[in-house]
């Protein structure tokens, strides 16, 4: 049974930092397109980094410089490390997996077969 178990997340002051790790049993993980989403109360889920195969890294434009996605093949863990953290990247941190989703969609939840149960961040003004 596959899982995606996110740690990590936690309460913050602005201009802080979190690390977010996901440990993932899918097989192989390191033919996995790996992501972090985000989503708040009565919003979708809204793409926050990607990170493929091959290493080649994707992010949202709202947290470019801020954030940094990375895996580990060895740990089969993704891991998302945020710096000078704002209100508004406040929500529940959701980890993602998919083997077979397109370059295109890449920045699509709807193309992610496998997620954790999420990790909430907080972030106070």
């Known amino acids: 049974q596959v899982q995606l178990v996110e740690s990590g997340g936690g309460l913050v002051q602005a201009g802080g930092s979190l690390r977010l790790s996901c440990a993932a049993s899918v097989s192989p993980f390191n033919r996995y397109t790996l992501a972090w989403f985000r989503q708040i109360p009565n919003k979708e889920r809204e793409f926050v980094a990607a990170?493929?195969?091959?290493?080649?890294?994707y992010y949202a434009d709202s947290v470019k410089g801020r954030f940094t996605i990375s895996r580990d093949n060895t740990k089969n863990t993704v891991y998302l490390q945020m710096n000078s953290l704002k209100p508004e990247d406040t929500g529940a941190y959701y980890c993602?997996?998919?083997?077979?989703?397109?370059?295109?969609?890449?920045?699509?939840?709807?193309?992610?077969?496998?997620w954790g149960q999420g990790t909430p961040v907080t972030v106070s003004s």
């Open positions: 993602a997996a998919s083997q077979t989703i397109i370059l295109s969609n890449l920045r699509n939840s709807r193309g992610y077969g496998y």
């Open positions: 990170i493929r195969y091959n290493s080649y890294e």
